[in-house]
């Protein structure tokens, strides 16, 4: 769940300003819905989906109106047959298409992961992939002169493990600032204690705060 109840005030008064994500509470912790984050491939189906819907039933019709499609009993019944096969292919695939995704990432403090998940728009989720909250190393919130509008940031997380860095969102950086320090504690402050760190890289002025460092055993 979202603690600390300034930092909660904080990041409601945040997404209220910004229309690149909003925070949605749960009773197994909160999502973070990012609209425009919806990732090329589920637009490119749901595009193939509707220029599909639109050639089956274009074909579909065409079958009885275009000139020479009267025949006799028997091929009637194999057009009207076909014509159905059709109809029912392209309502499928416009229902589909239609449907619209909103990537979001669900923070679960119940069984401690992060879900990366589209949701369509009647509530039903398609889970792309699960991680707990160990495999995070980072929240990082990189202010990138050559690739972000002066004043805008991007927030990343970086895992610990594969060593890539999951782009979440792109918004001026004082509304990403507060959805950083929220993620950073319920993602990073676990059940063991976890130092604060603050790192600054020069190169591109990416700001890493409350990266996991591991314990020193005792001699």
Known sequence: ?????SDKSKLIAAAARSKKFAIQATSWGYAVRMPGNTGFWARFAQALAGGVALVSIGIAVGMWVMPGSEMGADIALF???L????????????????QGTTYELQVDSVKRELREVLRNKKGQNLVLRRMPFNDIRSVILSRDPQRNLPGYARLMLRHKTQGHCIDLVTDKDDRLEALREVLARDILMGEAEMAKASVVTPRRGAIVRH???MPIPAQ
Request: no cysteine.
């Open 1 to 5: 769940m979202i603690n600390h109840m």
């Open 79 to 81: 057009k009207a047959a």
């Open 83 to 98: 014509s159905g096969v059709l109809v029912l292919t392209g309502l499928l695939a416009l229902w589909f298409a239609v």
């Open 211 to 213: 990266e996991r460092e």
